[in-house]
């Protein structure tokens, strides 16, 4: 039972918790949100290809490109304008 429910705990902390981190941040992406009003300070690296895979599903962006994310992180606007 104590390993059962430590997988579980295990799978919400690692898993869960990472694509909700990636799915947040390609909303705010696909939204124009300026990175720098949703995180301030972190020590975990973005999952480009998280963020990259949910964009490609839910926003019905044009092809994104990590080097775009990495822009959008480091300050620039999101790259969005090609959207149709």
Do not use: C
Request: proline share 4%.
């Amino acid at each position: 039972m104590e390993r059962q429910r430590n997988s579980l705990y295990l799978h919400r902390v690692k898993d869960v918790r990472s694509e909700q981190r990636a799915t947040f941040l390609a909303y705010a992406y696909a939204r124009g949100i300026a990175y720098s009003v949703l995180e301030q300070s972190t020590s975990k690296p973005v999952d480009f290809k998280a963020v990259k895979r949910i964009l490609k599903s839910l926003a019905e962006l044009p092809e994104v490109f990590t080097e775009d994310i990495q822009a959008w992180i480091a300050g620039s606007p999101a790259n969005i304008s090609a959207a149709a």
